[in-house]
């Protein structure tokens, strides 16, 4: 079972370039979230999806963005990277909103040059 | 506003042994839950176990129990007879109820087993 798939696995990206990071669950789920995990820090939520159509800002989300087309599908878009936005992102899911666990994806090792 | 703290930044533990990772919370909510994961060298994030504020009894997983004392906001992780793929990264976290239901995430405790 698949479960949640991030891609890419890791990226390299210089400065100022845009870039997206795709996530994909096959768990019919209806709230999507994106952390970033940096050392010392833990996992800070970037922003979520509830359901499809709507999303929600998390505690840092300034200079990412994201959309919910669809059940399966939650991209975070980098419109300009810069550098302290080096980390390692991660995708999760759960059932509903509010509701047990959440399941995460491998994760995407982004650094910015 | 919700916060998780972790206290301990590293623990040791022969194998075999017991361990009680700390956590304590603060929230102003009624209802909310509290959860731990692991995340091993290689990476993913792994749920561990769930405690909702309202359960009475604490919660067990396998070799896994979560102490939980509501009136000290804490909720340690106890992990019985630590075997060497225990070794890992160690996260509390916490959900809110109400609003958004996100989840807050301490800081972590990394867990080192030795032989």
């Known amino acids: 079972t698949a479960g949640i798939t991030q891609a890419p696995t890791s990226q390299i990206l210089a400065a100022g370039r845009s870039m997206t990071l795709r996530c994909t669950q096959d768990?019919?789920?209806?709230?999507m979230y994106w952390y970033r995990q940096d050392l010392g820090l833990g996992l800070r939520l970037i922003h979520y999806s509830n359901t499809a159509g709507t999303t929600g800002k998390g505690e840092v989300p300034d200079g990412y963005s994201v959309s919910r087309a669809n059940t399966d599908d939650f991209p975070l878009t980098l419109a300009s990277a810069v550098p302290s936005q080096t980390s390692v992102y991660f995708c999760a899911s759960s059932g509903l909103a509010g509701v047990g666990e959440q399941f995460f994806g491998p994760g995407t090792r982004l650094t910015v040059l | 506003a919700q916060k998780i703290t972790q206290t301990q930044p590293g623990m040791f533990v022969q194998e075999k042994e017991a361990v009680t990772l700390d956590c304590t919370y603060d929230?102003?909510?009624?209802?909310?839950?509290l959860f731990w994961y692991k995340q091993p060298s290689s990476g993913e994030m792994i749920f561990l176990i769930y405690?909702?504020?309202?359960?009475?009894q604490n919660a067990t997983e396998g070799r896994y129990s979560l102490n939980f004392q509501k009136a000290r906001k804490s909720a340690n992780l106890v992990i019985s007879a630590s075997q060497l793929g225990d070794s890992a990264m160690y996260f509390c976290a916490m959900r809110s109820n109400s609003g958004y239901s996100t989840l807050t995430f301490g800081k972590g405790t990394m867990l080192l087993v030795s032989p």
């Open positions: 929230t102003s909510d009624q209802s909310y839950g």
């Open positions: 405690q909702g504020s309202y359960d009475e």
């Open positions: 768990m019919r789920h209806n709230a």
